[in-house]
């Protein structure tokens, strides 16, 4: 599979994707706001279907849809006990897409367009768009770095339940989404809507699953992101299936495996937790 070059990029940017989207997953799903990436993807894949509607702005419209999203969602700080931030990210979610479909279906090959915003299409990924990727992350992840203990001190109070103390707008919150905006809207532009969601959601939640300390946590997601990468890419390539498809298949089989140890651990006398 490494001996041809599109194979090898392939690999280097569903590892460099793979690698702070599951990172970022653990704070999404701490959060309870798995959505967010459904919805922030999707309003990244509005940016791309209105910037081919009127035939410019492929890269800056798709940056500043996402971007107004993400500061969108930042101040979302619900009061009504009845009402989930869930709720609220799940209707723009359903919203852009509607919105998406409505511009796509005026483009002259809407069915393609529409497979490849959801699936992407990694096998043709650049040079240029892996060094693009490796900078915009690099600089995402060295934030997440220097400022580790604020990011999972807000994080941990939605675990909580004390968000409500959060307020209408804090810098680390806006940060958060804004660094989420920005490497969903990069992703998606080479991994598609879904394997996009997959790599931020199904990585964390099998580490959650497999570990309570928060590093562990972080390293098993960046382990089961790699695994994925490499045998989703190997699948595709000796069977001949789509790669993104084949990515979230294997990221699937992955979170089976955890829930099935997850169950037994659970079952066996002594390792209850």
């Known amino acids: 599979m490494f001996q041809l070059p599109f194979m090898v990029q392939a690999f280097v940017a569903a590892i460099i994707t793979g690698a702070l989207l599951s990172y970022l997953g653990v704070h999404v799903v701490g959060r309870g706001i798995v959505f967010v990436d459904l919805a922030l993807g999707q309003i990244s894949s509005l940016g791309v279907a209105f910037a081919v509607f009127i ?22 700080n619900i009061r009504d006990k009845r009402l989930k931030q869930e709720a609220i990210i799940g209707i723009l979610y359903a919203f852009a897409s509607a919105l998406t479909v409505l511009l796509i279906s005026k483009t ?62 804090n810098i680390w919150n806006f940060l958060f989404y804004i660094s989420i905006g920005l490497a969903i809207v990069f992703a998606v ?40 990468s490499f045998f989703g890419l190997n699948f595709s390539f000796h069977y001949d299936f789509p790669a993104g498809s084949s990515i979230v298949a294997v990221l699937g089989g992955i979170f089976i495996l955890a829930s099935v140890y997850n169950i037994v651990k659970r079952l066996v006398p002594g390792k209850r937790t």
Request: glycine share 8%; charged share 5%.
């Open 55 to 76: 035939g410019t702005g492929l890269t800056s419209i798709p940056l500043i849809f996402t971007l107004a999203g993400a500061l969108l969602m930042s101040f979302i």
């Open 189 to 228: 532009k080479i991994n598609g809507v879904i394997p996009v969601f997959s790599f931020l959601i199904i990585p964390a939640v099998s580490a959650i699953m497999l570990s309570k300390n928060n590093i562990t946590v972080i390293i098993l997601a960046f382990i089961i992101s790699l695994l994925a």
């Open 108 to 169: 002259p090959h809407g069915d393609s367009d529409v497979q490849e915003v959801l699936f992407g299409n990694i096998l043709a990924v650049s040079t240029q768009q892996i060094l693009l990727i490796g900078i915009v992350f690099g600089a995402i992840a060295l934030m997440h770095l220097i400022f580790f203990r604020k990011f999972f001190a807000l994080t941990e109070s939605f675990e909580s339940g004390i968000n409500h103390l959060v307020g209408i707008f």
